[in-house]
């Protein structure tokens, strides 16, 4: 079974640092752009950051600066790390990949983890 699998979320206080990591694990044949989004209660989803197979990177203005992704393809895992937070970064951290299975591409969402930032 192909799946996202997300963990290092949790409560930081405001100017504290977290990161997440999200791997993905089945029979993948292989692994295209991955990235980072996340949804705020009442708030659209929205991507944070993303990554392409060859390492260009991708932020939201309110990443960049903050926030740096990186992945490690032997792994298949990509990272998020996040420093500076600020309570405005709470919100479900989604990982998003792009992943070739059995000759056929598929887009897949993990089940999220939450980050939550105190002021």
């Known amino acids: 079974q192909v799946q996202l699998v997300e963990s290092g979320g949790g409560l930081v206080q405001a100017g504290g640092s977290l990161r997440l990591s999200c791997t993905a694990s089945?029979?993948?044949?292989?692994?295209?752009?991955m990235g980072w989004y996340r949804q705020a209660p009442g708030k659209q989803r929205e991507l944070v950051a993303s990554?392409?197979?060859?390492?260009?990177?991708n932020y939201a203005d309110s990443a960049k600066g903050r926030f740096t992704i990186y992945r490690d393809n032997t792994k298949n895992t990509v990272y998020l790390q996040m420093n500076s937070l600020k309570p405005e970064d709470t919100a479900v951290y989604y990982c998003?990949?792009?992943?070739?299975?059995?000759?056929?591409?598929?887009?897949?969402w993990g089940q999220g983890t939450q980050v939550t930032v105190s002021s």
């Open positions: 990554i392409t197979s060859d390492g260009n990177t």
């Open positions: 998003n990949a792009d992943l070739k299975i059995a000759a056929q591409w598929y887009n897949y």
């Open positions: 089945g029979s993948i044949f292989s692994i295209n752009a």
